[in-house]
DNA sequence: TCTGGGGTCCTAGGACCC
DNA sequence: TCTGGGGTCCTAGGACCC
């Protein structure tokens, strides 16, 4: 049997442990730059504030609702979610995390024990010692199991925990569960489904098995067929390391001036830098890529993309920043206004053996450049992300005075919470 | 004025090898 | 009129996920 374990409106309800004021009423998380919707509660979803929304047509929308509004503050959300799947690490004999909010787990070996009152358990605990409320979706394949987990979230009968065991359930439980809320079957699919006359999960399930073979012709869309029907088919990914990483933003306002637009694209590229050496690895390709703003029809549009191959592969904050800048260069042009920019880095692998090259930097230069790294990987995690960076990445102020502005806050928050969980000095005293 | 930021897998087709 | 039979690697595009 699985288990999925996921939290409920993730962002809202890290906001709301340290708001618990904010119970009962609407509450929404914005995208970075405080551009959209991306979390809502139960209290939002009724009002039909859809996701994606727009921040300002909510605003406008909705201009006299009383409608608590966060940016999003992923410090937060990383610390609490990490604290669940702490949790649940310690309740099961394997798991793997999914996302953010969800983490699946193996419930082999625990054939004896009654799943539901497990999950309920489980529930509980983490409820009480995070203040993360969770459903739990128990069921002999990771599709059903999702299926489970949103019974088990829309129905407080479940008490947070739904297991689908039984032939009966499981048809049950299908024959009321929209084809597009099917994890695998998105809005393209479910166009064609319905087509098909296909409108529930149970519809699909007793197709048989060559119309759906024949009509798709796709393996992943067969997976979830099968899985539906109780058989074990979508692969268990464990944690696997990334395959290509990517860091991008769009900009509070737009870009014109290629220096502005460098300091940006060097922050991305030392970001992603970062991250090749949070799972170990290097990387052999950076690529670059801008764009104008396409929802302003009446401006020049203009996007490119351009890559930059390593000699070396490399994790190194200043060899990927440079490679980043080259990028850059190759594909900037003047007279448009940039709206957003990102940096992603392929090809990634292990950092050994080395694949020294005769013309690029010797082994020495190489495990000298790793060390600088590692250090200042150590200060920037304990100090404070971004105690020292590149000069490149140093943001300049208009005036040139004063403080210049870190990276986490170049882009728009205006409603962004505290770090109570991560920093000292915003440790907050709940009344 | 204001519109997010990440990832994965699969397949077809082209370029190239012998 | 008729032109072999194997491969590999890479890329682009399309679908999906959160």
Redesign the pocket.
Known sequence: MYAIIDCDNCYVSCERVFRPDLEGVPVVVL???D??V?ARSNEAKAMGIKA?T???QLQQMFPDKKIAVFSSNYELYGEMTARVVEIVKKAVPAYFR?????CFAYLHGMDDIDHKLWGEELHKKIKKWTGMPVSIGIAPTKTLA?VASHFAKKYSGYKHCCVIDTEEKRRKALRLFSIDD?????????ARLDGYGVKTALDFAERHESWVRVTF????IMRTWMELNGNDAVPN?EM?K?????????FN??ISDYNELKTHVAN?AARCAE?LRIQDTVCSVVGVFIYT?P??EDLMQYWNFHETRLITPSASTITIVNAAEDALKAIFRPGYKY??A?V?VMGIGNPYPLHHDLFDITAEQFQKMRKLDKVIDRINKTIGSETIVLGAQQYTRPDGKGKAEVFANA?KHDYRSKNPTTRWAEIIRLT
């Open positions: 995208s970075n730059n551009g959209c991306v994606g727009p921040f300002f999914y996302s953010i909010d969800e999702k099917v994890w695998g079957v998105g809005r393209r699919y479910a012709n796709n393996i992943v990914e696997a990334k395959k290509s990483i990517c860091t991008s933003r769009s306002g737009m991305y991250k703003n929802f302003r709206k957003k990102g992603i882009i």
